[in-house]
């Protein structure tokens, strides 16, 4: 593949519980899978509201995501990305306010298209994957909840709000019912509750603001049961779950029935009068497994979460990862030139050459990422579609 572009390693990628490793260098070349013979090209049947569900994928946090989504839908036929999704480093709070370097490249993405959402997993806390015992996350909980932090927060939407994506869906504290994050409501949930509502209050009290709030837990019990973490409908727009193809041998019917599992999850969003969505899903410890893969897309179709990202790097992935074909094979298949408005996509008219700009090779199609991907790249990309 005719990409090559080397860079920096970016901040380390979401980590599931437990994580997961990242990607290969060679993830940018996708898994062999064979085009299906008649593409199918579903109708998004509206949410209540007036949305249609949007379909995404996390590819990597930094600028290479953004690279990579126009590459990940030619993979897909063209089918129509409308959720950019990427997580905020929890490494210091500078990380966490939104530093200059991280966030212009997807408000460009997200500014491109009107009907696009830009999704942005953000830390409750500092050295949030550096495994903080209970007694310390119970401490700075509490500090959270009184105000100590609330500065973080309001310059996170200032920035967001100035760089024009101020309707960012703000995935925050996500997975608290676990162990892996600092951020983990389990050592105080009553002070974790204070805490969000803290955050929640301060970023909306930013003028020219329209966030959205996703409460996103993990599916199942975990540590602690999700439901008394809820922090109340007030500070809540959408009710998510993070739902990978775990725990070995359990299949998609039990995720479904299973205490806090998947169909909890939709009766509570019910209840509670929110509008639902899978911000991470994915394979994970059953292997390449394309029944879990068919059945996740089945009730995806079936419940219509407001959004859904998949994780795509080993083990979770089916285009940056290789080990999963058959699972690729299947999502490939259904969401194969997809778009909102369930129409074939439409072939790109090829654009004239600038004056004293040599062409592209016959074989290498240039790429138009936006100006803040080129420019962190250094240059316009020219991709190679051979393994098509």
Same mark, same amino acid.
């Given at each position: 593949?005719? /990409?090559? /572009?080397?860079?920096?390693?970016?901040?380390?990628?979401?980590?599931? @519980?437990?994580?997961? %490793? *990242? #990607? !290969?260098? !060679?993830? $940018?070349?996708?898994? *062999? &899978?064979? *085009? %299906?013979?008649?593409?199918?090209?579903?109708?998004? @049947?509206? *949410?209540?509201?007036?949305? #249609?569900?949007?379909y995404g994928v996390f590819l990597k946090s930094d600028a290479r995501g953004v690279a990579r989504m126009p590459l990940f839908s030619h993979w897909l036929g063209g089918a129509e990305l409308r959720a950019g999704h990427t997580y905020l480093p929890g490494h210091r709070w500078r990380d966490i306010e939104g530093s200059a370097d991280?966030?212009?490249?997807? #408000?460009?993405?997200?500014?491109?298209?009107?009907? +696009?959402m830009l999704v $942005?997993? &953000?830390?409750?806390?500092?050295?949030?994957?550096?495994g903080v015992p209970d007694s310390e996350v119970r401490r700075l909980l509490r500090q959270g909840a009184a105000g100590e932090f609330d500065h973080h927060f309001r310059v996170l939407a200032e920035r967001l709000v100035a760089l024009k994506v101020p309707d960012t869906i703000v995935v925050l504290g996500w997975e608290m019912n676990g162990t892996t994050y600092t951020h983990r409501c389990g050592p105080d949930p009553e002070s974790w509750k204070?805490?969000?509502?803290?955050?929640? =209050?301060?970023?909306? !009290?930013?003028?020219?603001?329209?966030?959205?709030?996703?409460?996103?837990?993990?599916r199942g019990h975990d540590a602690i049961p999700w439901t008394k973490c809820y922090?109340?409908?007030? @500070?809540?727009?959408?009710?998510?779950?993070?739902?990978?193809?775990?725990?070995?041998g359990m299949s998609f019917d039990q995720q479904v029935r299973e205490p806090y599992g998947l169909q909890a999850h939709l009766d509570f969003a019910k209840a509670h009068g929110k509008p639902i969505s899978y911000p991470e899903w994915g394979l994970f410890r059953n292997g390449d497994n394309p029944e879990y893969m068919r059945r996740m897309l089945d009730w995806i179709e079936e419940h219509k979460p407001l959004y859904n990202t998949l994780t795509d790097y080993c083990p979770h992935g089916v285009w940056q990862c290789r080990t999963? %074909?058959?699972? #690729?094979? &299947?999502?490939?298949? @259904? $969401?194969?030139? +997809?778009?909102?408005?369930?129409?074939?996509? $439409?072939?790109p008219t090829p654009q004239p050459?600038?004056?004293? =700009?040599?062409?592209?090779?016959?074989d290498c199609t240039p790429l138009d990422l936006g100006g803040w991907v080129e420019e962190w790249l250094g240059g316009r990309l020219c991709l190679r579609f051979e393994w098509w």
């Open positions: 593949m005719g /990409v090559g /572009v080397a860079r920096a390693a970016d901040p380390r990628a979401p980590a599931p @519980t437990p994580p997961a %490793p *990242v #990607a !290969s260098p !060679s993830a $940018l070349t996708p898994p *062999v &899978v064979p *085009v %299906p013979s008649t593409p199918a090209a579903p109708a998004a @049947t509206p *949410v209540p509201g007036g949305e #249609a569900p949007a991280f966030l212009p490249v997807w #408000a460009d993405w997200r500014n491109r298209k009107p009907n +696009r $942005l997993n &953000v830390p409750m806390q500092e050295r949030n994957e550096e204070k805490y969000w509502n803290r955050i929640v =209050t301060t970023m909306r !009290s930013v003028p020219g603001q329209k966030f959205r709030f996703d409460f996103t837990p993990s922090p109340g409908d007030d @500070t809540v727009d959408i009710i998510g779950m993070d739902s990978y193809d775990q725990p070995a999963n %074909p058959k699972s #690729a094979h &299947v999502y490939r298949s @259904t $969401l194969f030139g +997809r778009t909102d408005e369930a129409t074939p996509p $439409l072939t050459t600038a004056p004293g =700009t040599p062409p592209p090779p016959a």
